[in-house]
T-cell receptor, first 117, second 116 residues
């Protein structure tokens, strides 16, 4: 089974509107972390936001927020007030466990977001 | 993150040649992780190295691929006798300590390997 599922291959959003990118995950480990990365056309991986499995509140970083629904195993990224520069691939990733062996990130296949002027 | 330096950014190799990809971690980081991104896919873990040690190479193909992180100098991902299926973006990440659950992985800009 896929550990990270991003069901939206592509999304369009009007400039200045909000958009939600979906991410569901699968793990039996009670301790895990969820990450979102942005990959623009230039190719680099840019860290956006992190949510820990024990965090009580949803993470926020500027225009990015994470809608964390633990029971549903979903960690959707919400981008408010979209800008043209937000056009990029967005990847959801998970790191399981909290011990010394928990270093691997598992990525979803990504969602391509296009912001329309 | 600009602190992790990968070179070259783009590499073209003919089938059967060798590819060498370099990764200089952020200053003070002694742990390096290599990931591969095939076209239209997310990143997949390949190998985790500390200085002079391979800690986990469970994601590395069994043949033709090797990685090292010497005491001095960058980490090297080496692909021998490249084939078209090796065409991908290869990313390096680094950390100062063993990465914990909430530790951000700082990625380099990647090397895009094209095998012709």
């Amino acid at each position: 089974a896929q550990k990270i599922t991003q069901t939206q291959p592509g999304m369009f959003v009007q400039e200045k509107e909000a958009v939600t990118l979906d991410c569901t995950y699968d793990t039996s480990d009670p301790s895990y972390g969820l990450f979102w990365y942005k990959q623009p056309s230039s190719g680099e991986m840019i860290f956006l936001i992190y949510q820990g499995s024990y965090d009580q509140q949803n993470a926020t970083e500027g225009r990015y927020s994470l809608n964390f629904q633990k029971a549903r195993k979903s960690a959707n990224l919400v981008i408010s007030a979209s800008q043209l520069g937000d056009s990029a691939m967005y990847f959801c990733a998970m790191r399981e466990g909290s011990g010394a062996g928990s270093y691997q990130l598992t990525f979803g296949k990504g969602t391509k977001l296009s912001v329309i002027p | 993150n600009a602190g992790v330096m990968q070179n070259p950014r783009h590499l073209v190799r003919r089938r059967g040649q060798e590819a060498r990809l370099r990764c200089s971690p952020m200053k003070g980081h002694s742990h390096v992780y290599w990931y591969r991104q095939l076209p239209e896919e997310g990143l997949k873990f390949m190998v985790y190295l500390q200085k002079e040690n391979i800690i986990d190479e469970s994601g590395m193909p069994k043949e033709r691929f090797s990685a090292e992180f010497p005491k001095e100098g960058p980490s090297i991902l080496r692909i021998q006798q490249v084939v078209r299926g090796d065409s991908a973006a290869y990313f390096c990440a680094s950390s100062p300590l063993v990465v914990r659950r909430n530790t951000e992985a700082f990625f380099g800009q990647g090397t895009r390997l094209t095998v012709v």
